[in-house]
């Protein structure tokens, strides 16, 4: 596998962080995060986070490398991931990258540019945003962008704005800047596939764990450093909705339950992403049987 990237993809919940640290552990590699609310100091309950110690003593790459006030930027984001890349390529090491956030999983593998951003433009339009609203923005997204309108939830404000900003900048559809996959590495995409009813019972499970793992008085912790005022950490799922509870605009429970909804919505989302990638091998099986699968699939890349 050497000079080679494994990319281990899929919606939350699936098991890419368990199945990331065994192929790691075998192979003799380290893991690159690519999940957009995993690069923020402090989210740790929310995002699921591995704790150190179950790493299985394997090297961790871009995990709490931004402030939570501090808005995501997938271009940064790519820089960084390829300087990983082929850093652990010099030293001979495998690169095993795992997220379930699909823009930057393919800006780290694939042929892809970002266009710049221009202050004055985005600037007007998130004062739009905040004058209008989401789906005010999203539906002139719309009119100028369809495919670009369906891919994004009209509640992302965010989103939209780049969107928008892109469109006027380029002249173009946001989405032309996403050509078809090319790919700048060897890699093998293994998509981690757990069938909807059990997914969904994994992602209940798993907002209930936070919550008793001290999900609220995380997102106390970092409201005091700026999480409110993040445009991109404030809308992490599960912070968005405690932040609300903690302003008195719903209960705990309400925001439980929210969580659990939104989260169930964001994985269909994500696995719609990745499923249209003809690159991406499923593979069914849970625990040790499909880490076993996982490098069969990877022994016949080596030798085909």
């Known amino acids: 596998m050497k000079n080679r990237v494994i990319a281990v993809v899929g919606p939350t919940a699936a098991g890419k962080s368990d199945l990331g640290v065994a192929l790691a552990q075998t192979l003799g590699g380290e893991v690159i995060n690519a999940d957009s609310m995993q690069l923020y100091r402090g989210m ?34 790519q820089r960084l991931a390829r300087a990983e890349i082929d850093r652990l390529h010099t030293e001979g090491r495998v690169p095993v990258l795992v997220g379930g956030s699909g823009l930057y999983v393919r800006a780290a593998i694939d042929a892809l540019e970002f266009p710049g951003t221009d202050a004055a433009v985005r600037a007007r339009l998130e004062a739009e945003l905040d004058m209008r609203g989401s789906g005010a923005l999203h539906a002139r997204l719309a009119a100028v962008d369809p495919e670009a ?56 499970l798993r907002v209930d764990r936070m919550w008793d793992a001290g999900l609220v008085d995380e997102v ?3 409201e005091a450093v700026g999480l409110r005022e993040g445009r991109t950490a404030s809308r992490a799922l599960g912070y968005q909705q405690v932040l609300a509870a903690l302003a008195g605009e719903c209960t705990e429970d309400e925001a439980r339950a929210t969580t659990v909804r939104a989260t169930k919505r964001f994985a269909r989302r994500q696995d719609s992403w990745f499923r249209r990638d003809p690159r991406v091998h499923w593979l069914t099986a849970r625990g040790t049987e499909l880490t076993d699968q996982a490098l069969t699939l990877l022994q016949e890349a080596v030798t085909a």
């Open 44 to 77: 740790d309950i929310g995002t699921a986070k591995l704790r150190p110690e179950e790493r299985g003593g394997v090297p961790h790459h871009l995990l709490d490398i931004w402030d939570v006030t501090q808005a995501a930027n997938v271009a940064d984001y």
């Open 149 to 204: 309108a369906r891919a994004i939830l009209p509640s992302n404000g965010r989103r939209i704005v780049r969107a928008l900003e892109v469109v006027e900048i380029t002249g173009r559809p946001f989405a032309a800047n996403l050509p078809g996959p090319e790919g700048v590495y060897d890699t093998v995409q293994i998509g981690v596939d757990v069938p909807r009813p059990e997914l969904d019972e994994r992602i209940a």
């Open 220 to 222: 106390r912790a970092l």
